[in-house]
């Protein structure tokens, strides 16, 4: 597995509030903003990221980290054969990510993408 990049997700309670902290204060560029979600990555190293999600849109529950990976089907059959609880299933999300989220042994929701090219 390729892993591009590890993304902490922060919880908030409102992911349109701060972004200015993220921008301004630490410099980083604003990647994507979807309401529910924000992310932020840095313009030397776009691999280091942080997100603002205060929802899902299509998951049940949160994740606290995302995981951008090169082969997400492969990974996803890879968590089903050790057995993983998958907490969201393998969805082809309507703004063009592939996605699935699997809960760790301490039972952390990780979110496990896959982006276009």
Do not use: C
């Amino acid at each position: 597995m390729k892993i591009h990049r590890i993304v902490p997700n922060l919880n908030v309670g409102d992911a349109t509030v701060g972004h200015d902290f993220y921008e301004e204060f630490l410099g980083l560029e604003k990647q994507f903003d979807m309401g529910w979600v924000a992310s932020f990555r840095s313009p030397s190293n776009p691999s280091v990221q942080v997100s603002l999600v205060s929802g899902d849109a299509s998951a049940p529950e949160q994740s606290l980290l995302t995981v951008a990976v090169d082969d997400v089907d492969a990974v996803y059959a890879e968590a089903r054969r050790r057995g993983y609880e998958i907490v969201h299933p393998l969805t082809q999300e309507p703004w063009g990510v592939r996605r699935f989220f699997v809960r760790d042994p301490q039972g952390i929701v990780v979110n496990i993408a896959g982006h276009p090219d």
